[in-house]
Antibody, heavy 117, light 107 residues
């Protein structure tokens, strides 16, 4: 089955760190670009990182320097290292595949990160 | 970055009626525009790409139009399962930004 499964979310203290993981199955992971998209409670979708097939990375200014996206093709895995977390980072984080047509054609179910003391 | 603006924020429509959702880009994105549907507690799924091409498995009552900066998603006869939040997104150049969403609710 073609799918993405995220893990690693949970309750994190302000200023803390967390590493999210996403495991892909059912397709050739190394052939695709991937993204992390987050959604705060009751809010819309916010793109937070991209990694290309050549390990090129992109971030919005709002998270640059705090979030780091990486991938390990041998394990069909995508990661998001999140540091210096604040309440504003509380969200469901989705792992997303960018299809051959450049739109986001496959989404995971998401993992919830809650930043609170 | 390209700013995507959706209107209206909330649209109230009766089942069986037609719904028209709008999306505007701050600069031309050609036809590099996708629409996503999100139901409560679920991940988004792609409905439309290339502004007017339905994704696999999407019913024909969904149609998309537009190019450049103005886009429309039309649902011809609303079914109960269509009440959800809809997002547009451009993929013309990085970063691929989303609109703020339109909530389609039952009237």
């Amino acid at each position: 089955e073609v799918q993405l499964v995220e893990s690693g979310g949970g309750l994190v203290q302000p200023g803390g760190s967390v590493r999210l993981s996403c495991v892909a199955s059912g397709f050739t992971f190394s052939n695709y670009d991937f993204h992390w998209v987050r959604q705060g409670p009751g809010k819309g979708l916010e793109w937070v990182s991209t990694i290309g097939t050549g390990d090129d990375t992109y971030y919005p200014d709002s998270v640059k320097g705090r979030l780091t996206i990486s991938r390990e093709n041998a394990k069909n895995s995508l990661f998001l290292q999140m540091n210096s977390l604040t309440a504003g980072d509380t969200a469901v984080y989705y792992c997303v595949r960018e299809g051959t047509g450049w739109y986001f054609d496959l989404w995971g179910r998401g993992t919830l990160v809650t930043v609170s003391s | 970055e390209i700013v995507m603006t959706q209107s209206p924020a909330t649209l109230s429509v009766s089942p069986g009626e037609r719904a028209t959702l709008s999306c505007r880009a701050s600069e031309s994105v050609s036809s590099n525009l996708a629409w996503y549907q999100q139901k409560p507690g679920q991940a988004p799924r792609v409905l439309m790409h290339g502004a007017s091409t339905r994704a696999t498995g999407i019913p024909a009552r969904f149609s998309g139009s537009g190019s450049g900066t103005e886009f429309t998603l039309t649902i011809s006869s609303l079914q109960s399962e269509d009440f959800a939040v809809y997002y547009c997104q451009h993929y013309h150049k990085r970063p691929y930004t989303f609109g703020q969403g339109t909530k389609l609710e039952i009237k």
